[in-house]
């Protein structure tokens, strides 16, 4: 199994700390809003990351944080907490903000039937863990007090900055805050005063006065209780390799003198036209909204399959309606088959091949496709090796069961031609086609989970 390392620009051989385990930890959401379709983006890569490796017969552990506190509106360690500022808008405590989105966020999980984690972890249920991490790099000279917090001093990390290929220099040149207190200008916040002129309603006691961890901390504390130092896997999103991951890298190397992580690995962004889809520019897109145009959201699961994980995708409504239609054909097509018998090795070794090369989802369906249309399998042998495809691809192909309905064997021609039609996007031949099977006496209804015609 090959995937590619951010950290050292390679594809690399997986190997795994222990033989047959593999630790992997995600990057959870920060539970101030509803996900948008963008991150839910990196959910499913991540879920294809670990379908595959239980497919190649690991046993995962799987992390992921939620943040429910700590997250500034802006990298520059300034601002509002999001989880303050959603209270705020809403209208409700930051508790309660936390426990909503993050059941709406589990939700979207079980929706686009992504794998849950072996454990969620709340950054507020391990401050603990974050002070005492706090506390070792402050006995080894990487912390120092300023009168709004305790920051890491990056200039006694030599390689600061090594997961985002910059140099120093390049780093300062992006002048992404402003100095204030700090010594240098990529240094960061690990823990938080309370403003004096703000009340907040997140705030715990620390050896350095009230107030609350920063974002970076929860990782590298959460990470190395649950998984040890070093695991095998570190995921996230793309925008976290220069600043979030970064961060973690320099106060979990400083703390504990070994690698956080082996292998890391980031998905790109999903694009609205040509920015990257953010609730901070207020043009997203939630999982809700495509349910409430009836798009079943393993539809838009389908359409990120087709693309890898390493590209930018350009979200459009048409692109995910074509994705929905792909989908009812393939769902269509598996109701006509019997129960699974035999299988296609062939395939199935081609089909290992590209899963097994970093990922590769677009070629993984293009094989399935190509086994669909093969004339030499027959249909009960092609089904068992599209279910175990299914094991990686999510899409809930066992879950269809085959149709019980006897229609007669014209009506199921021009039902299967119609398909074809609608997946090609050839709407008037798809129309024509209707009221064509409408005429003799048959009722067709589209829907997320395939066309359905019956008796009129």
């Known amino acids: 199994m090959k995937i590619y390392n951010t950290l050292t620009r390679k594809t690399e051989e997986f190997k795994p700390i222990k033989n047959g385990r593999v630790g992997v930890y995600a990057c959870g959401p920060t539970v101030y809003n509803f996900a948008h379709i963008g991150n839910l983006r990196t959910y499913v890569f991540e879920d294809i990351l670990k379908r595959i490796l239980l497919y190649n ?3 995962v552990k799987h992390i992921m944080n939620i943040t429910d506190v700590g997250h500034l509106t802006d990298d520059a360690d300034s601002g509002e907490d999001k989880m303050e500022k959603g209270a705020k808008r809403e209208g409700k405590t930051a508790w309660q903000i936390a426990k909503f989105y993050t059941t709406a966020f589990k939700k979207d999980l079980k929706d686009l039937n992504i794998v849950a984690p072996t454990k969620f972890t709340k950054a507020t249920d391990n401050i603990k863990e974050q002070i005492d991490l706090i506390k070792t ?11 709004d917090g305790v920051y890491f001093d990056t200039s006694k990390l030599p390689d600061y900055g090594k997961l985002a290929n ?7 040149a992006g002048a992404r805050v402003e100095m204030g207190e700090k010594k240098n200008i990529t240094d960061f916040a690990l823990w938080k005063f309370s403003p004096a002129d703000q009340k907040r309603q997140m705030e715990w006691l620390s050896p350095w006065g009230k107030g609350f961890p920063g974002w970076h901390i929860e ?4 990470s190395a209780k649950y998984l040890g130092q070093p695991f ?3 995921c996230g999103g793309i925008d976290h390799v220069p600043v979030h991951h970064t961060n973690e890298i320099a106060q979990s190397e400083a703390a504990n003198d070994k690698p956080l992580a082996n292998y890391w690995l980031h998905g790109e962004f999903m694009l609205m036209g040509e920015d990257k889809m953010a609730k901070s520019s207020d043009n997203f897109i939630t999982l809700e909204t495509l349910k409430n145009k009836n798009l079943n959201p393993l539809a838009y ?20 309606e074509a994705a929905q239609n792909g989908l009812e054909h393939l ?14 090795e062939a395939y199935e070794k081609k089909f290992l091949e590209a899963i097994n090369n970093d990922l590769d989802t677009p070629a993984a369906l ?24 299914d094991k990686v691809f999510g899409l809930g192909l066992n879950k269809i069961k085959k149709d019980s309905s006897k229609l007669p064997a014209s009506i199921q021609k021009l039902v299967h031609k119609r398909n074809q039609a609608r997946t090609d996007k050839n709407w008037s031949e798809s129309d024509n086609l209707r009221k064509e099977i409408e005429a003799l006496g048959y009722i067709v209804k589209d829907t997320p989970e395939g066309t359905k015609v019956s008796k009129i």
């Not at 190509?370 to 042998?381: G, Q, V």
């Open 232 to 234: 095998d896997i570190h």
């Open 57 to 59: 017969d690991y046993k």
């Open 301 to 320: 699961r389908y359409l990120l399959l087709q693309t890898h994980y390493r590209k930018q995708l350009n979200f459009s409504w048409s692109a995910v």
């Open 166 to 172: 910059l140099k120093n220099q390049e780093l300062k």
């Open 219 to 222: 990782c590298s504390a959460m």
């Open 137 to 147: 790099l402050e006995k080894k000279g990487f912390a120092y007090k300023t009168t």
């Open 366 to 389: 293009a094989i399935m496709w190509d086994l669909i249309k093969d004339p030499i399998y027959p249909p009960e042998t092609k089904k068992t090796t599209i279910l175990k495809f």
């Open 331 to 344: 769902y269509n097509i598996i109701k006509t088959w019997g129960r699974p018998k035999g299988n296609c």
